[in-house]
């Protein structure tokens, strides 16, 4: 199994931009999460979903950020206009089916810098 | 609501030397805890876990032992080696998600 596979896996762009991430699970994981990492807020869980369905988008920070998960094999993760203080690294974390408190299954993460 | 307290870092090592990074949490009910470990460049990966009180997780040397009575779930290493320097998470299970430390960075020196 090649893992969770994020791309692309760094993201340079003006401010202004769209940006869009985006993430593949593992195969049969249904549940999906995307995490941001600075340094000065750690690490944030954004939103994540089961079977497709977003459960808890509360740690979106504004409307500028939208995710979605068309179908059990892609996510993505959109920021349309990108600012500088959306600079950070998004992970794309899975779950295996039928689990709660197993362990979650990360991505390479991206990388984003906005100018 | 659910939290955890890492302690600060970097915490610069020798090889060989014995290694213990402090987490604390706040919660209600019995979540499962967890230390996650990012090598550089890559994503979290689960370095083991406890899933009831007084249970000790244990992996590659690494040692925690779920404590009820101080909320606490100390990682702890008998001797570090350069290669254990990463980036050290203590999590707390939630229904359906973790919720994390802030981390703590360990550099270990020959």
């Known amino acids: 199994d090649a893992g969770v596979i994020q791309s692309p896996r760094h993201e340079v762009t003006e401010m202004g931009q769209e940006v869009t991430l985006r993430c593949k699970p593992i195969s049969g994981h249904n549940s999906l999460f995307w995490y941001r990492q600075t340094m000065m807020r750690g690490l944030e869980l954004l939103i994540y979903f089961n079977n497709n369905v977003p459960i808890d988008d509360s740690g979106m920070p504004e409307d500028r950020f939208s995710a979605k998960m068309p179908n059990a094999s892609f996510s993505t993760l959109k920021i349309q206009p990108s600012e500088p203080r959306d600079s950070a690294v998004y992970f794309c974390?899975?779950?295996?089916?039928?689990?709660?408190?197993?362990?979650?299954?990360f991505g390479s993460g991206t990388q984003l810098s906005v100018l | 609501g659910n939290s955890v307290t890492q302690m600060e870092g970097p915490v610069t090592l020798s090889e060989e030397a014995f290694l213990t990074i402090n987490c604390t949490y706040t919660a209600t009910g019995y979540p499962s805890l967890f230390w996650y470990v990012q090598y550089p460049g890559e994503g979290l990966q689960l370095l083991l876990k406890?899933?009831?009180?007084?249970d000790k997780g244990s992996n590659k040397g690494f040692e925690a032992t779920y404590r009820k009575e101080t909320t606490s779930f100390h990682l702890e290493k008998g001797s570090v080696q350069v290669s254990d320097s990463a980036v050290y998470f203590c999590a707390l299970g939630g229904y359906n998600k973790l919720i994390f430390g802030a981390g703590t960075r360990l550099a270990v020196h020959p």
């Open positions: 406890a899933t009831k009180a007084d």
């Open positions: 974390a899975c779950q295996s089916k039928g689990s709660t408190n197993e362990k979650l299954f």
